[in-house]
C-alpha cells in the first residue's frame, strides 16, 4: 500500500512542486490548502482537501479520515510586507495564527493518530529567517521587506520541530525541519541581484533544490534523523 502524505499549502510555489516529487515517487498525497484552485491539473491521483488549517475542528476532521496518514509536510505559510512601523496587531497575528497555531494544530492532529501506528515522519517548512535575520539592504526601497513575524514564527516552527522530536522520538515519530533560502519567482532584478550577491553560490534557489531533502526526511534512510533543522541555502547563512 502506498505511504500517505498530507501536505499543507499545496496549492503554493513550493506546494505545486512537491506535490509532483512526491507522486513520482509512489506516495500517496492528500494536498490541503485554504485555496484549491491550482490543484485540477494533477486529475484524480491527488486527494485534495480545501481546509484551513487554523480550524482545529476541520483539522481533527481531516486526520479522522486519514488516520492512517504515514507522513505530514507543513508547509503553508505566510508573511506580511508592510514596514515594521506600521505593523498592525491584526497583521501580526494573522501571521502567527497560520504559522504558528495551524502547524501546531496539524502536528498535534498527526502524533495522535501516528503515535497508534508507532510510525510517523513530520516535515515542517521553516525559513533561513528562522535561523537569522534579514538584511534590509537586500529589499531597497521595494517595501518588500521581510517582517519580524514572519520571522519569529518561522524561529517558532524550528523549536516547534524539536519539541515535537524529544517528546514523541520514543514512540518512532521523527519531526525535522527544512529551511529553505529565497526560492525564484519572478521577483525584481533589484531584489534578484542583490539576493544572489549574498548568497555563496550566486543564486536564488529553484524548488528542485529543496527536493532531494524533503524525500530523504520521508524516507527510511532517516530514520534516526530527529529534531534537525536542514538549511537549504546555497550558503546564505553561512558567512
Ligand atoms: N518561497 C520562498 O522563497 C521560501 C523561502 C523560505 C521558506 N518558504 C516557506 O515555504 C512555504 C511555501 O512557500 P511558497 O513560496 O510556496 O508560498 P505560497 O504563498 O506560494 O504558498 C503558501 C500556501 O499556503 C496556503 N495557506 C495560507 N494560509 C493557509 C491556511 N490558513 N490554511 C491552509 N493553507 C493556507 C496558501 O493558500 C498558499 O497556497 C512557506 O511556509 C514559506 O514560508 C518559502
New binding site residues.
Given amino acids: 500500500m502506498l505511504k500517505k502524505i498530507i501536505l ?9 512542486s512537491y506535490i509532483k516529487l512526491l507522486l513520482e515517487n509512489d506516495y500517496k498525497v492528500v494536498a ?4 484549491t484552485d ?1 490543484l485540477a491539473e494533477f486529475g484524480t491521483d491527488l486527494e485534495v482537501t480545501k ?5 482545529p475542528i476541520a483539522v481533527n476532521q481531516l486526520f479522522n479520515e486519514h488516520s492512517d496518514v504515514y507522513g505530514l509536510i ?6 506580511v510586507f508592510t514596514p515594521f512601523e506600521d505593523r498592525t496587531a491584526e497583521e501580526f497575528m494573522d501571521v502567527v ?3 504558528l497555531l ?1 502547524t501546531f494544530l496539524m502536528c498535534q492532529g498527526a502524533i495522535k493518530r501516528m503515535k497508534l501506528r508507532s510510525e510517523g515522519k513530520i516535515v515542517n ?5 528562522g535561523v537569522v535575520s534579514s538584511d534590509p539592504r537586500i529589499y531597497g526601497n521595494s517595501r518588500r521587506n521581510n517582517s519580524e513575524v ?1 520571522s519569529i514564527s ?1 524561529a517558532g516552527i524550528i523549536q516547534l520541530t524539536k519539541y515535537l522530536a524529544t517528546h514523541f522520538g520514543h514512540v518512532n515519530i521523527q519531526t525535522n525541519s527544512i ?7 519572478r521577483q525584481s532584478d533589484d531584489f534578484v541581484r542583490n539576493y544572489e550577491s549574498k548568497t555563496p553560490m550566486n543564486r ?2 529553484n ?1 528542485e533544490d529543496l527536493h532531494s531533502t524533503l524525500l530523504f526526511l520521508l524516507s527510511a534512510s532517516s530514520n534516526y534523523v530527529n529534531g534537525q533543522n536542514i538549511v537549504v541555502d546555497g550558503g546564505f547563512t553561512s558567512w
Fill in positions: 499543507t499549502g499545496a496549492n503554493g510555489q513550493l506546494g505545486k490541503v490548502d485554504i485555496n491550482q481546509l484551513d488549517i487554523t480550524d507543513n508547509n503553508a505559510g505566510i508573511g495564527k497560520v504559522n495551524g517548512i521553516g525559513s533561513i529567517y514572519y518561522k529551511s529553505p533560502g529565497g526560492v525564484y519567482n536564488m534557489a524548488p
